[in-house]
């Protein structure tokens, strides 16, 4: 008796559709900002009908929101106290600190970052959702992050929330707001205020040598 393989699962259509519209909204959102983003053309793009892409998301605001999630999903992995098993704190550390800033320094990020302060002028709206879609979930991860390390006796954070706050500003220096205005990328720059923010860090908050 022949036994036929066993078939890896196909994906549900709704799910297949839903990360088509994400890819084309993602890459019209970063690329042309949110006011000459329509959803006429991101469904085009994905090859479905504007009533799905409304099914999936509500409004423009909605998809908006679920792209720089989506975007924000990419640096996610960095921020848990497994993914890096046995490294020192300070590995950990330079890890998500060179992530951040990789992620922060590529040249459609920079370009949405000013669209989006730009557009914010007029609509408030587009400001708080790309906040609270991407930077504040992005500080609270880190947040959870810094409390879970916390708890296993690694660091002592009174305050996990100002401690991710502390260590984002410390690895973005004034690198972010140059690329933001214009000058080109300083990786040895970048590099070397990464390595800054670590030792201050340590020196802050560890509660052993940042090296073991």
Known sequence: MSIDP???PLRPSSEVKRDAILAAASESFFSDGFAASSIEAI???A?????????HFGDKKGLFTAAVERECEKMRGHFSIEAMPGSSLRARLTAIGEAMVAFLSRPEMVR???RIAAETEHE???GRAFLAAGPHRMKQA??????AMDAAGEVRVPDPALAAEQFASLCKGMGDLDRRFGLPADPARDRQRIAGA???F???YATGDCDD
């Not at 090859?47 to 099914?55: A, E, F, H, L």
């Not at 880190?142 to 409390?147: E, K, R, T, V």
């Open 124 to 126: 408030p709206t587009i």
């Open 43 to 45: 469904a085009e793009v």
């Open 112 to 114: 949405f970052d000013r």
């Open 202 to 204: 340590c020196k802050a």
């Open 142 to 147: 880190f947040a959870d992050l810094l409390s």
């Open 198 to 200: 670590v030792d201050l």
């Open 47 to 55: 090859s479905v009908s504007k009533v799905t892409v409304y099914n």
């Open 6 to 8: 066993v078939e890896k």
